[in-house]
DNA sequence: AAATATCCTGCAAAGAATTGCATAATTTTT
DNA sequence: AAAAATTATGCAATTCTTTGCAGGATATTT
């Protein structure tokens, strides 16, 4: 993540890259922005002000905080991981001003919901109720909830209703979890009526983004959804350039 | 959950942190903090002072306090939560082994959904993704969500699909909140949409049971749900033989 | 009432923020 | 394309905050 060596940063590449570090940990310094930015400390107030002004930091003695730090859910809100974080963050980067996307349900795709900004207008299909709760929350997003069964453990809705009213949508780019990601096996998962509701997403959808935490590469679970050549983009908290990806960015981008 | 390590820990941040641990553990000890947050002693008294100040903690000798219980305030968002629970609790007597019933949204249908029995089996369909989620805890019941797109405000599912969906199913009670209820009018409700989906959730059911904290009674508000006579059961956490209700107990059967 | 723990006040050092100003970069106008 | 206007940046001096500490005051306990 070298912004530096690019001698010329706008002032609104900053302000972006401030963004992404505060949704990432929560928080940041202007310090360390300073040494990362290779700008002055001032210059890194003067960019917290733009931003605390414009409502979207909240500036305190020494840094910047996460705004959904002082927020009332905060109290029992546990953070997600970082390396969920930073995946969610990449997948967000692939969404541009009116698409339709579908997601399916999971952590990282909550935390995806909480990091989209509330300047993106698009519509977003997905099969979980916690998604689409935390979408709703969204200024300018239009959320459907496809229905259907509630799985008791993956929290999506699950069963033909829901298979059935996939076929009837058309997508730009559907994210999906995967609980096992292997080079030969493709993408694998271990309840049946979640693997055909993920088999329809897919059907649905022009491309198909895999989003997981590195920890699922090269493991294998018992019901196959797809073959890696279905997929367009992988999404984890690796480098693009990391060598256990290497393999892999045969058959998709890997981000 | 320790926040150490990070070398610099912002004064916002160990407010959220003390704040956190009071809301735990309804007390903190000055002494415990200063180990915790690793600062002095007299810092965390600062902390304290300033969360004092700001009216979040109860601030005493040796540490700091929950405020929860000295405020009046809180005090009445309890009680409006028994009155809330009362009226769930008599609408799930009204369920019986098997049933199928269809929920609308709002508090007192999600506290409903937490205090239906572990023993109960039955079948629910629901318009609200929350009461969803929290149904989806218990060991028995089958739990179908309806799709659609989600409201902002009255987070329930609405528009076409919902209201298309519902006229295919046929559920044997219907619970539904009300924003209006009075005599003349019936039942009422202010956004268009939701509106239409409440009268085909009615449509839907052969008995319909209306919630409702008792505030609500004798309101009107912009658009008719249906009438009183359209109603099989008025849930509210008055006593059945309330002055208040007479005049309805001819309509609908009181509880 | 003595011993102990907690609190408060003022102080000094370190770090952070602000201001004005000079300089450089960028955009707009000519 | 040059000139003018605007905006952004870094620096230095000043001011403000935060923090830890010392010593005295105030509680709390025994």
């Given at each position: 993540?070298?912004?530096?060596?690019?001698?010329?940063?706008?002032?609104?590449?900053?302000h972006?890259?401030?963004i992404?570090?505060?949704?990432?940990?929560?928080?940041?310094?202007?310090?360390?922005?300073?040494?990362?930015?290779?700008?002055?400390?001032?210059?890194?107030?003067r960019?917290?002000?733009?931003?605390?002004?414009?409502?979207?930091?909240?500036?305190?003695?020494?840094?910047?905080?996460?705004?959904?730090?002082?927020?009332p859910?905060?109290?029992?809100?546990?953070?997600?991981?970082?390396?969920?974080?930073?995946?969610?963050?990449?997948?967000?980067?692939?969404?541009?001003?009116?698409?339709?996307?579908?997601?399916g349900?999971?952590?990282?795709?909550?935390?995806?919901?909480?990091?989209?900004?509330?300047?993106?207008?698009?519509t977003?299909?997905?099969?979980?109720?916690?998604?689409?709760?935390?979408?709703?929350?969204?200024?300018?997003?239009t959320?459907?909830?496809?229905?259907?069964?509630?799985?008791?453990?993956?929290?999506?809705?699950?069963?033909?209703?829901?298979?059935?009213?996939?076929?009837?949508?058309?997508?730009?780019?559907c994210?999906?979890?995967?609980n096992?990601?292997?080079?030969?096996?493709?993408?694998?998962?271990?309840?049946?009526?979640?693997?055909?509701?993920?088999?329809?997403?897919?059907?649905?959808?022009?491309?198909?983004?895999?989003?997981?935490?590195?920890?699922?590469?090269?493991?294998v679970?018992?019901?196959?959804?797809?073959?890696?050549?279905?997929?367009?983009?992988?999404?984890?908290?690796?480098?693009?350039?990391?060598?256990?990806?290497?393999?892999?960015?045969?058959?998709?981008?890997?981000?």
């Amino acid at each position: 993540m070298e912004e530096q060596g690019n001698l010329t940063m706008l002032k609104k590449e900053r302000h972006a890259f401030i963004i992404k570090q505060i949704n990432l940990h929560n928080k940041v310094l202007s310090s360390d922005l300073s040494v990362q930015l290779q700008v002055s400390e001032d210059t890194i107030r003067r960019d917290l002000n733009n931003l605390a002004e414009e409502g979207k930091i909240l500036k305190v003695h020494g840094g910047a905080l996460s705004k959904s730090f002082h927020s009332p859910y905060q109290l029992n809100e546990i953070y997600a991981k970082d390396s969920k974080k930073e995946v969610a963050q990449k997948a967000i980067e692939l969404i541009s001003e009116g698409m339709v996307v579908l997601t399916g349900g999971g952590t990282t795709m909550v935390e995806m919901a909480r990091l989209i900004p509330d300047e993106l207008e698009a519509t977003f299909f997905t099969v979980s109720p916690l998604v689409a709760l935390e979408l709703s929350e969204h200024p300018k997003l239009t959320v459907i909830l496809m229905g259907g069964q509630l799985s008791k453990n993956a929290h999506i809705n699950i069963g033909s209703k829901t298979v059935t009213d996939l076929m009837d949508i058309k997508v730009d780019l559907c994210f999906l979890g995967a609980n096992g990601i292997d080079l030969k096996e493709g993408i694998t998962d271990s309840d049946y009526e979640v693997v055909q509701v993920k088999k329809a997403m897919i059907r649905s959808a022009a491309k198909v983004a895999i989003m997981s935490i590195s920890e699922k590469l090269e493991s294998v679970q018992k019901m196959k959804v797809c073959s890696l050549s279905n997929l367009e983009y992988l999404i984890s908290d690796l480098n693009p350039d990391d060598p256990k990806y290497t393999a892999y960015s045969e058959f998709v981008k890997v981000i």
